[in-house]
């Protein structure tokens, strides 16, 4: 048996979203006539009470758009330093929009409205203009640490004072709302763009949206073109995506119990020095002194166990769609085997 835990990536098309796949209606999108495109971008923006959405092919393609929307060079963003935007997009920060970064050390990757009021540049022909705060959520290298609502619109306030865009990549917002039941239209109210994505927890095998208003949506789609991201009959995709916002949500409560599951048993044992919290999908593990990440992967893997180095004594797991409960048992008794 093989059980993938390195990502929530990794699925395959179930048998009924591949019909769905199969039954699109498409045309070409960059004419704006494919209509199963226009449909899931409409029901993605009706969801989060969004005037308008794109479809792109990866979540790294929406949030560097969102950027280059809401910045201008010399400007400067505001995010926490294990963030996405930062860490695992190349660079596109500063490739793309020609602007700096401020990085904050959140908790797990939170950050709270004073301490983003903290670094927000003064008016000063020395400074970049402070411009975008982007959040993530959930939070990857929190370990699936998530922000509520409550924890939010103090940023949202700050933001609108302070005359900041707020961005918010949320690449896994809906393990976060499963968790929290909060309301996809406050989201949409408390954000000027938002990053969803089709191809993690979802199970879409590619694809992410970006919502926002009007202008910015039809700003976005110059941007898409520009680093070539206009596809064609891209209904097939998006057809995918329409099926798991429809089917795959709810269901995103399976995996987040696997992963306590998982997680209670590497807790207690000896070679595991700490768990980080396990909020949703993801497991953290970090390993004693005496054990390397590199040799304790391969070593799950030679026992047909799937996990990525996540940092020097730091062991990631990611629980999906594609994991069944008795992938859990056999991982939890590899995991007990181990010394």
């Known amino acids: 048996m093989i059980v993938d835990l390195r990502s929530d990536t990794v699925t395959k098309p179930t048998p009924q979203m591949l019909e769905a796949m199969f039954s699109a209606r498409v045309g070409d999108d960059v004419y704006g006539e494919d209509e199963s495109v226009n449909e899931l971008e409409q029901k993605a923006a009706d969801m989060f009470g969004m005037d308008d959405a794109i ?65 927000i540049n003064p008016e000063d022909v020395c400074m970049p203009h402070s411009s975008l705060i982007v959040l993530e959520n959930t939070c990857n290298r929190g370990g699936g640490s998530f922000y509520t609502l409550d924890d939010i619109e103090p940023i949202y306030h700050l933001a609108r004072l302070k005359s900041c865009r707020l961005h918010l990549d949320g690449a896994r917002l809906f393990n976060a709302l499963v968790e929290t ?35 910015t949506i039809r700003q ?28 795959h949500i709810e269901r995103l409560k399976t995996d987040h119990e696997h992963a306590r599951l998982l997680g209670e048993t590497l807790e207690a044992l000896p070679y595991v020095k700490r768990l980080l919290p396990v909020n949703t999908n993801i497991v953290i593990i970090e390993l ?4 390397h990440a ?15 180095r996540f940092g020097d004594q730091l062991v990631r797991f990611v629980t999906h769609l594609d994991v069944t409960p008795d992938m859990i048992d056999h991982t939890i008794s590899v995991c007990k085997k181990l010394h």
């Open 294 to 308: 590199d040799v304790y992967v391969e070593r799950m893997r030679d026992h047909g166990i799937l996990c990525s």
């Open 181 to 215: 039941g909060d309301s996809m239209e406050q989201y949409g109210h408390f954000f000027d763009t938002i990053s969803i994505c089709l191809s993690k927890g979802l199970g879409a095998p590619v694809g992410s949206l970006l919502l926002g208003d009007i202008k």
């Open 55 to 119: 479809f792109c092919p990866s979540g790294t393609m929406t949030n560097q758009i969102a950027i280059k929307c809401h910045t201008s060079p010399m400007d400067e963003l505001i995010c926490d330093e294990s963030s996405h935007v930062y860490r695992y997009e190349t660079g596109g920060i500063a490739f793309n929009s020609g602007v700096s970064v401020k990085l904050l050390n959140g908790d797990r990757g939170r950050l709270n409205a004073d301490m983003i009021e903290n670094v």
């Open 288 to 291: 004693q002194d005496d054990v």
């Open 220 to 247: 976005a789609r110059r941007i898409r073109k520009v680093l070539g991201g206009g596809m064609r009959q891209a209904g097939f995709l998006a057809s995918a995506g329409t099926y798991a916002l429809d089917h």
